[in-house]
């Protein structure tokens, strides 16, 4: 089992940046890879980000890339997601997640992950 906490949402304007917060217990940090995901009111949940187990890979939605930035820190049992010149649009309640999947395909599908936070919540105003 895995269990993942989410922090660091909050309300913010358009151009700012944030950095959201992954802390995981449980299974060994290194067991697994690490996933973004985000929901907006009324839409599916989709893919923004994820990370490789060793931290080399890194895969990012067409709409994030160049502006958000995923890392993970093994030692600390924590992976990260610095956003930046954040958008109305990137409005959404943010999910990490975890997988053992390894291949950068798999680590696009939500449906591949294991173990969800609870979300936080990312507001942009205009």
């Known amino acids: 089992q895995v269990q993942l906490a989410e922090s660091g949402g909050r309300l913010v304007q358009a151009g700012d940046s944030l950095r959201l917060s992954c802390l995981a217990s449980g299974r060994p940090f290194t067991d697994y890879a690490i996933g973004w995901f985000r929901q907006a009111q009324g839409k599916e949940r989709e893919f923004v980000a994820a990370?490789?187990?060793?931290?080399?890979?890194?895969e990012y939605e067409d709409s994030v890339k160049g502006r958000f930035t995923i890392s993970r820190d093994n030692a600390k049992n924590s992976a990260y997601l610095q956003m930046n010149s954040l958008k109305p649009g990137d409005t959404a309640v943010y999910y990490c997640?975890?997988?053992?999947?390894?291949?950068?395909?798999?680590?696009?599908?939500?449906?591949?992950?294991?173990?969800w936070g609870q979300g936080t919540q990312v507001t942009v105003s205009s």
């Open positions: 990370i490789t187990r060793r931290g080399d890979i890194k």
């Open positions: 997640a975890a997988t053992f999947y390894t291949s950068t395909y798999a680590l696009t599908l939500k449906q591949d992950y294991n173990w």
